[in-house]
């Protein structure tokens, strides 16, 4: 199996702070990443895919980067709206083997 | 407006069967692919499988194969998520979600989600 390992597990910011969360893979996958915003009660929300694609209506302050085993997803000023868990997702390996990363919390200071 | 609606939050008892559904509405259903993640009590996203709605080819997690079936009804736009004999550890948030592909990076994504289906297994 491909692993995700996510960094970090939690982080505490302020509104209007640059926040930086990590993932990288256990082999090369390319750039078949995509993150997504997890809040409780609603629908995980898709943000990046092809590791730098910003899906349709994201705000522009959402970035992705990487490719093979090393990816960012960075927040360039935090918004409160914005206060979730962060998932990291690989889709490159066989369809049912797909995994997450194990989420970053990102919590108001 | 493309989306995903969920059934709603089922109480069940250990060995007890369920069958819980995600019905599309705003695209062409059997032209995607459905897929089924589990969040469990204060952990993160598993992938359990995801089933293509045209044939019914489903693909499972191999820590999932054997324990939930994935099914499609192309008729009524809907694909379910089953159990013949819950345990409390299936006690959980399903999601489904489609599946999406970029043609520029060829990769593949899950660009809707639905809003969840609690499931609590408890005696």
């Known amino acids: 199996d491909t692993q995700m390992t996510q960094s970090p597990s939690s982080l505490s910011a302020s509104v209007g702070d640059r926040v930086t969360i990590t993932c990288r893979a256990s082999q090369s996958i390319r750039i078949y990443l995509s993150w997504y915003q997890l809040k409780p009660g609603k629908a995980p929300n898709l943000l990046i895919y092809d590791a730098s694609t910003l899906q349709s209506g994201v705000p522009s302050r959402f970035s992705g980067s990487g490719s093979g085993t090393d990816f960012t997803l960075t927040i360039s000023s935090l918004q409160p709206e914005d206060f979730a868990t962060y998932y990291c997702q690989q889709t490159y390996t066989t369809l049912p083997t797909w995994t997450f990363g194990q989420g970053t919390k990102v919590e108001i200071k | 407006e493309v989306q995903l609606v969920q059934s709603r939050a089922e109480v069940k008892k250990p060995g007890e069967s369920l069958k819980i559904s995600c019905k599309g509405s705003?695209?062409?259903?059997?032209?995607?692919?459905i897929g089924w993640v589990r969040q469990m009590p204060g952990k993160g996203l598993e992938w359990l499988g995801i089933?293509?709605?045209?044939?019914?080819?489903?693909r499972y997690s191999p820590s999932f194969q054997g324990h939930v079936t994935i099914s499609v009804d192309r008729s009524i736009s809907t694909a379910y998520l089953q159990w013949n004999s819950l345990k409390a550890s299936d006690t959980a948030i399903y999601y489904c979600?489609?599946?999406?592909?970029?043609?520029?990076?060829?990769?593949?994504?899950?660009?809707?989600w639905g809003t969840g289906t609690t499931v609590t297994v408890s005696s």
């Open positions: 979600a489609r599946r999406a592909y970029s043609a520029s990076g060829q990769a593949y994504y899950m660009d809707v």
């Open positions: 089933i293509y709605a045209a044939d019914s080819d489903a």
């Open positions: 705003g695209y062409s259903f059997s032209n995607y692919w």
